[in-house]
């Protein structure tokens, strides 16, 4: 069974800094990313990485923001500075596992970020 396991959010002041971690469970996961959520807003993108280790970021948070993984312990990681107010929401860590083709993607439950003074 498959299972994503966030920790790290919390309440940070603008020009903070938070480190996501996720670790994942129950299969081989080529992709995995962070996805957010503002209250009213649709679930973005903002980064993910590859098993092989290629990037791919929001254009809000880069340079500010770096995903990385461990593969050994199928863990992926956010690393988030110089935090913004509109930062502020659910994150939640995804994982892409590919099958015969065929991908199926996985979901954590979701860590609260708050970026406020």
């Known amino acids: 069974q498959v299972q994503l396991v966030e920790s790290g959010g919390g309440l940070v002041q603008p020009g903070g800094s938070l480190r996501l971690s996720c670790a994942a469970s129950g299969s081989i996961f080529n992709r995995m990313g962070w996805y957010r959520q503002a209250p009213g807003k649709e679930r973005e993108l903002v980064a993910s990485i590859t098993r092989g280790g290629i990037t791919n970021y929001a254009d809000s948070v880069k340079g500010r923001f770096t995903i990385s993984r461990d593969n050994a312990k199928n863990t992926v990681y956010l690393q988030m500075n110089s935090l913004k107010p509109e930062d502020t929401a659910v994150y939640y860590c995804?994982?892409?596992?590919?099958?015969?083709?065929?991908?199926?993607?996985?979901w954590g439950k979701g860590t609260l970020v708050t970026v406020s003074s």
């Open positions: 995804n994982a892409d596992s590919w099958v015969a083709g065929i991908i199926f993607p996985y």
